[in-house]
């Protein structure tokens, strides 16, 4: 009587461990599929609690809303890119001869020291700035096909700190990690986060490593600064090339900065909400270096 008591009593124990667990497995799902609808990709489930091939399961799934995106990311890179070649391509079009004419005017007689000649001499300089912004992004944005190498990350942090002074910098990485990226375009996204943070009126910049369990191919850094927050209306346009809210910038640097990471199999983003100390935060995701 006492081991059928026992064994209804575990078996009622088992039940009701299983219908909570199944609850929670319900949860998960729910919570992802409220992510993707939102086309939220970053998420990341809890593995505590779960069975091994439940806990495979879902680092799967976390490591699948990466790779998504990553791939929606790059689709959109691609997408701007083509488009700039497009507008690039018009815009060089509709300008030369605008910048030809004008010359050729103000050469003139009858246009020097006339009430035309300011007028004329305003069309000119518009067209040839536009002219020369389009050409050098164009320059910018055909990036040579990256040289990958194994990269001590600490001497890079050491050059873009002796670059920026006036920042007070903390870095939180291990001496001894090494990226495989390449060296000058690694160098440059760093450059341009860290110039931004500068003209924003940042005083203080901040790199810390993200620990990420589940994927050991990649590094991902936490790049904060102090300086003023970027209003919430412009997050989304963050990377849209020649989007800025400065008034002497070109909207380039975060744009490409972006592309030349998913050259080298990473990715750059902005944080969903800065950390302590900062205003303004990116994540940086870099290829680690394989050893053996």
């Known amino acids: 009587m006492i081991w059928i008591l026992l064994f209804v009593v575990i078996g009622i124990v088992f039940v009701l461990w299983e219908v909570r667990r199944q609850h929670s497995l319900q949860l998960r799902a729910h919570l992802m599929q409220e992510a993707i609808s939102n086309h939220d990709f970053t998420f990341r489930l809890p593995l505590d609690g779960l069975l091994p091939g439940e806990r495979a399961m879902q680092q799967t799934l976390n490591k699948l809303g990466e790779t998504i995106r990553q791939q929606v990311n790059q689709n959109e890179v691609e997408s701007w890119e083509r488009l700039t070649r497009v507008l690039t391509h018009e815009i060089m079009n509709a300008t030369a001869p605008i910048t030809s004419i004008s010359q050729s005017m103000l050469g003139r007689d009858d246009v020097k020291g006339s009430p035309l000649e300011p007028g004329i001499q305003a069309i000119y300089d518009t067209s040839r700035h536009l002219n020369n912004f389009v050409v050098n992004y164009r320059k910018m944005?055909?990036?040579e096909k990256p040289v990958l190498a194994d990269i001590p990350l600490h001497s890079m942090f050491d050059d873009v700190c002796?670059?920026?002074?006036e920042?007070?910098?903390?870095?939180?990485?291990p001496t001894d990690i090494a990226v495989r990226a390449d060296a000058g375009m690694l160098r440059q996204v760093l450059m341009n986060?860290?110039?931004n943070a500068a003209e924003a009126e940042a005083?203080?910049?901040?790199?810390?490593?993200?620990k990420e369990p589940s994927n050991h191919?990649?590094?991902?850094?936490?790049?904060?600064?102090?300086?003023?927050?970027?209003?919430?209306?412009?997050r989304q346009s963050l990377f849209v090339p020649f989007f800025t809210t400065k008034r002497s910038g070109n909207g380039i640097g975060l744009s490409l900065s972006r592309r030349m990471m998913i050259q080298q199999g990473g990715m750059l983003d902005l944080a969903e909400k800065p950390w302590s100390g900062c205003h303004t935060g990116f994540i940086l995701t870099i290829q680690i270096k394989q050893h053996g």
């Open 217 to 234: 191919q990649q590094l991902m850094l936490y790049i904060g600064n102090d300086g003023l927050p970027i209003p919430a209306e412009n």
């Open 193 to 195: 986060l860290a110039k």
């Open 141 to 143: 944005s055909e990036l």
């Open 167 to 173: 920042l007070t910098w903390e870095v939180n990485v």
């Open 203 to 210: 005083k203080r910049m901040v790199i810390q490593q993200i």
């Open 162 to 165: 002796k670059a920026y002074p």
